[in-house]
């Protein structure tokens, strides 16, 4: 079976400090497609990322990287110089390739408060 | 180019009342997902429709729980003779589909559900 895990719960630090939330996954697939979403309070889960698991490059947008390795199953996300905007709940997903269609397998999140 | 759109936002019902949730996904969309969440967890597939044939359904959506989609654009997901542990949040999600795993799943801000 396939499975995600957010070991951080809670992160909380104080704006412009560089924030890393982890990603550990289990998968017997060796094709896969791993992802990050950010819930606001507002609920709406807002896409950030998606990475293949030939790809493993490492990318960055802006504030944000996405390390990817593995040898270790991890994609981590980084946040560098947060602000209160970042503030939100953080998900880890795995998409899981059945019939040709997805299903996407989500770590518990992490919710990471950025204080002024 | 507008997001996916849920409706009701909230509705709270006694226990025993059948509701119902509308899902409009993004308009070029053929895949459409329902995710049930528990607060302090992650989203838990529900079903899965390719137009308007649904392929997949959990092990969760017991026989109260019915989704359509009739003319593969909107969807509707309905609880009957809804319980306590039916409260949660109820995401929509759409893609595009092409026989990979790696299409990007948007969501909607969900349709929060608290039975009393």
């Known amino acids: 079976a396939q499975k995600v895990t957010q070991a951080q719960t809670e992160i909380s630090v104080v704006e412009k400090e560089d924030v890393t939330l982890d990603c550990v996954y289990e998968?017997?697939?060796?094709?896969?497609?791993l992802f990050w979403y950010k819930q606001p309070p507002s609920g709406e889960l807002v896409f950030l990322i998606r990475?293949?698991?030939?790809?493993?490059q490492n990318e960055i947008s802006g504030r944000y990287s996405w390390n990817f390795q593995k040898s270790t199953s991890s994609f981590n996300f980084t946040i560098t110089a947060s602000q209160v905007v970042d503030s939100a709940v953080y998900f880890c997903?795995?998409?899981?390739?059945?019939?040709?269609?997805?299903?996407?397998?989500f770590g518990q999140g992490t919710r990471l408060t950025i204080n002024p | 180019d507008t997001g996916v759109s849920q409706d009701p936002r909230h509705k709270i019902t006694k226990r025993g009342q059948n509701v119902t949730f509308r899902c409009d996904p993004i308009?070029?969309?053929?895949?459409l997902y329902w995710y049930r969440q528990t607060l302090g967890q992650g989203p838990e597939f529900l079903t899965y429709?390719?137009?308007?044939?649904?392929?997949?359904k959990s092990r969760l959506l017991s026989d109260r729980f019915s989704a359509e989609r009739p003319k593969g654009s909107f969807s509707t997901l309905e609880i009957q003779r809804t319980e306590q542990g039916d409260s949660a949040m109820y995401l929509c999600?759409?893609?595009?589909?092409?026989?990979?795993?790696?299409?990007?799943?948007?969501f909607g801000e969900g349709s929060w559900l608290t039975v009393v």
């Open positions: 308009s070029e969309h053929n895949r």
């Open positions: 999600a759409s893609s595009t589909g092409g026989g990979t795993s790696g299409n990007t799943i948007y």
């Open positions: 998968t017997r697939d060796t094709t896969y497609y």
């Open positions: 429709f390719q137009n308007e044939a649904q392929l997949e």
């Open positions: 990475r293949n698991s030939f790809d493993e």
């Open positions: 997903a795995l998409s899981e390739a059945w019939g040709g269609a997805q299903k996407l397998v």
